[in-house]
């Protein structure tokens, strides 16, 4: 078996990154040398990945290969590494008040980005899972790492939420893991462009052990009826930490399901799953009162929206990775301002402390309405726009036009929602608010980092599209 160390670049910028913080922070003690350090190693992961070897390695014989580097891997791999960037400089002004301690924080950060940049490449099922559990297992932890609770806060509320997700999680793991020794009894194979061959009288049990991996991955995107942990989890996370899980958790999850759909047959699974998944996290929405968990519903049936082209398994990967660049970049962006607005430490609060922030922050309220706009669907966000019309598109084209039908009605239930967010910050404020502070320049560079990116989305969306082909 040869290895081709430079197509390997990415994974060893990645995971070499962990290992240079601890060594950082061990050498220094300081925590501008252990975040420098992760900005270092997103940024050299990026490079890695756009000028990287396409050739696939670890390879069996010539087409069973356990790291497939491609278009999709390298466009997960740029974002994974982005999005932990920026959710480290929406911790900075955290970290400067010693609300985690800094070493752990960026360390388990710079680990879930390495467990990211794997399942992109991952070729074969036990590379898949073990790149999901790494990327899912440091997120345990940061969801309640944090010396002491703030005022606003309930202090069981982030252990809370992190068991609640431990459990979960786990739970989904086994169920995954069942899936795959069932495929694997039956088709003999390992190998994700080998899932499907040999099944012969075992046909059932692949069916099963199909059926069982959709379930165990579902639980990573909060798909309905296995999204019950994805709201309190949210709400109960520091709010970079919720980003992070709103944003990178749920790509992660996509993208194993893409390479699970790509080459079984599971079009009936994933359209249940996306017609329950949008209609459920739409309606739920509609009654939330906290910003936050207003967003991790509103993520749940964008969630759906990403579930139904991949109901049209490998025609439908595509569709499916661009509209989840596009909702990464916009739900990162309503984090983002979520983080500037509400003071350092304190958790998302009710949608009605956001009243009058146009008048004191009219750029964060303006980036906040860009950001609703384009998960509705709606200019001016663009990208949104782009991304539901390339979905519906996909289903149309292939004769799904009722699931098109259903993912347009639930766009138009969204708008409810998403319209009366975007309103609060122009309304009059009570006479009793306090007067909200200025974004730290970490969140503010953050957050402008996100608009462009957003910006640039909308108005080129044709290069995703195109160099994902």
């Not at 197509?7 to 990154?17: C, D, K, N």
């Not at 199909?210 to 296995?226: E, Q, S």
């Not at 750029?363 to 726009?385: E, N």
Request: charged share 10%; glycine share 10%; aromatic share 8%.
């Amino acid at each position: 078996m040869t290895i081709d160390h430079v197509s390997l670049l990415p994974l060893y910028a990645a995971a070499g990154t962990p290992l240079l913080v601890l060594i950082a922070e061990l050498a220094t003690g300081k925590r501008a040398a252990a975040a420098g350090s992760v900005l270092l190693g997103g940024l050299a992961t990026i490079v890695c990945a756009v000028l990287g070897s396409r050739t696939p390695t670890f390879c069996t014989a010539t087409t069973l290969c356990s790291w497939t580097p491609g278009p999709v891997a390298v466009v997960s791999a740029v974002v994974f590494a982005a999005l932990t960037v920026g959710v480290l400089a929406l911790s900075l002004p955290g970290l400067k008040l010693s609300l985690a301690p800094p070493g752990e924080y960026c360390f388990l950060l710079a680990s879930s980005m390495a467990g990211g940049v794997v399942i992109g490449y991952a070729g074969d099922l036990i590379t898949l899972i073990v790149g999901l559990e790494t990327l899912t297992l440091p997120l345990y932890v940061l969801v309640a790492l944090r010396r002491f609770a703030p005022r606003e806060r309930v202090t069981t509320r982030g252990a809370s939420a992190s068991v609640t997700f431990f459990l979960v999680s786990v739970i989904s793991t086994a169920i995954a893991l069942l899936g795959a020794a069932l495929n694997y009894a039956a088709t003999g194979a390992l190998h994700l462009n080998r899932l499907t061959d040999g099944i012969g009288p075992l046909a059932p049990v692949a069916t099963v052990g199909a059926a069982l991996l959709v379930i165990g991955f579902a639980f990573k995107v909060a798909a309905v009826p296995l999204h019950a942990w994805a709201a309190p989890t949210y709400d109960g996370a520091p709010i970079p930490v919720a980003a992070y899980l709103s944003t990178a958790s749920k790509l992660g999850g996509v993208l194993a399901l893409a390479a699970i759909v790509s080459h079984l047959d599971t079009g009936s699974t994933m359209a249940v799953l996306a017609v329950l998944t949008m209609t459920v996290g739409n309606l739920v929405a509609l009654t939330q009162t906290r910003m936050v968990r207003l967003l991790a519903w509103s993520s749940v049936a964008q969630a759906g929206y990403i579930l139904a082209p991949l109901a049209l398994g490998a025609d439908g990967i595509r569709a499916a990775m661009a509209y989840t660049v596009f909702f990464v970049a916009l739900e990162f962006i309503a984090f983002a301002v979520i983080a500037a607005l509400r003071p350092t430490g304190a958790d998302g609060g009710l949608l009605s402390a956001y009243r009058g922030t146009a008048r004191r922050s009219p750029w964060l309220a303006g980036a906040l309405v860009l950001s609703l706009a384009g998960l509705a669907g709606l200019p001016p966000g663009l990208a949104g726009l782009f991304a539901k019309v390339t979905v519906i598109n996909a289903l149309i084209d292939r004769g799904w036009g009722w699931l098109a039908g259903v993912v347009a009605l639930n766009a138009v239930i969204a708008l409810a929602y998403y319209v009366r967010v975007a309103a609060i910050p122009y309304t009059t404020a009570p006479a009793t608010a306090r007067p909200q502070a200025r974004a730290p320049r970490p969140v503010a560079i953050a957050l402008i980092a996100g608009a462009a990116i957003a910006v640039v989305l909308g108005f080129a969306p044709q290069l995703l599209f195109g160099f994902l082909t």
